[in-house]
């Protein structure tokens, strides 16, 4: 698609929204309709209120590194700290049958400088259907699994080192734009899909910083439904400060129960993408002439053992063990970095109403390098939430 396309496309779409979408399933008023159509009762707008609250403790069991994992050779540095992680307050607002706005906001980030932080979502959802629905604004466009779900129902203790690394290249996280979401199947096999257009420089900015944009499509395809397996296919290009870059991405989850109470879920992801953020940070001096030398890619596997206890307010306790596996240069600087996360939760009230999780997150180096990140070390983490 041509960029000058772009704004007429969004443009087409808006003005079908607002034309045609107001009052969605009506009868014009000078049609005859034998059958009298069912009147919707419904209020409109109506308001959703959630909240999450995520709190830690981390200790650093390496010495001389400390709880942000930088090495400090002189001893300097904090090594065991309590940190309020999020504090989020989520609004959806349903303005119309089809039509939702939603904001997302995570107050805890006004620890630190608030600029580019803060404001996670804002976007509006028009549901032409269920296999169309267009959104516009802030949100996180579809390039892997992690993208589908909230934090706060992860299966580990955060992010994987490929997802963060992902989104500050403008491939997810939470990014501005436009997306076209649905599902459908294909025979009797069940298929959904994903096509993005971002500026790829990130949330809360206030323009694009390269005239570049970033176009995503993200395929899933449900082989099984009996143990949940499904196929995700990813894929990237776009252009960035007038070179092309890309992205590709593969995933598959899977879900086996032993009796009533037993759970394993399964994911496995690998991803790899031209690593830009890399190549404009080094002087030209200092780099080789071609952008697509520098290629960063990752892989991970997190299975999740689930024990339903419905004991009191305990509904189920966790145990998971995620391994990583990320080099953001590995062609022409291979350091590999290797990340082992077991965690043990407990859940109450059902639906992570409320979670305990204890877990380590044990980093190696291929090389490391002093009074870098790039340093092996060992993480105790014990952490809180409660969704509301």
């Known amino acids: 698609m041509k960029k000058r396309y772009i704004p007429i496309s969004i443009a087409c779409l808006l003005s079908h929204t607002l034309v045609k979408g107001q009052e969605p399933g009506t009868v014009q008023e000078n049609k005859v309709d034998s059958v009298q159509q069912k009147k919707d ?21 390496t010495k001389d590194v400390d709880v942000n994992g930088l090495h400090h050779s002189d001893g300097s540095g904090t090594d065991n700290n309590f940190m309020v992680k999020y504090m989020r307050v989520q609004m959806r607002a349903q303005i119309s049958k089809r039509t939702e706005v939603a904001v997302l906001a995570n107050l805890a980030d006004f620890k630190s400088d608030p600029k580019t932080k803060v404001l996670e979502n804002a976007y509006l959802k028009y549901t032409f259907s269920p296999k169309l629905a267009i959104t516009v604004g802030q949100f ?21 080192n490929q997802y963060l690394e992902f989104g500050k ?6 990014q501005i734009g436009v997306a076209a979401t649905g599902e459908t199947t294909l025979g009797d096999m069940p298929f959904s ?16 910083n390269d005239n570049g944009k970033q176009y995503a499509t993200r395929l899933v395809f449900g082989l099984s439904k009996k143990y949940g397996v499904n196929l995700g296919l990813n894929g990237g290009v776009g252009d960035v400060m007038k ?3 890309h992205a590709l991405g593969v995933d598959l989850t899977g879900n086996v129960s032993f009796g009533k109470r037993w759970n394993l879920d399964m994911q496995l992801e690998a991803k790899q993408a031209i690593n830009h953020n890399l190549y404009y940070s080094l002087e030209e001096s200092a780099r080789t002439s071609k952008l697509s030398d520098y290629l960063v890619r990752g892989i991970y596997f997190l299975p999740n053992l689930r024990y339903e206890v419905n004991y009191f307010n305990l509904s189920a306790f966790e145990l998971s063990c995620r391994y990583e596996y990320i080099d953001p240069n590995y062609k022409l600087n291979a350091n590999a970095r290797q990340t082992y996360t077991p965690m043990f939760g407990l859940e109450f009230l059902k639906n992570y109403g409320a979670r305990i999780q204890l877990g380590l997150q044990l980093d190696r180096y291929k090389k490391q390098t002093e009074n870098t990140s ?15």
């Open 41 to 61: 009762d419904t209020t409109y707008p109506k308001l959703q209120v959630k909240g999450l609250f995520q709190a830690r403790y981390l200790v650093s069991a």
């Open 140 to 160: 996180r466009p579809w390039f892997g699994i992690e993208e589908t779900y909230p934090i706060d129902i992860i299966k580990s203790l955060d992010w994987s």
């Open 169 to 174: 290249l403008g491939w997810a996280s939470f």
């Open 193 to 208: 899909y994903s096509l993005s257009v971002v500026n790829g420089n990130g949330k809360n900015q206030v323009v694009d």
């Open 243 to 245: 070179k092309q870059v």
């Open 374 to 388: 790039e340093f092996n070390k060992n993480l105790f983490i014990v952490q809180v939430q409660s969704r509301f």
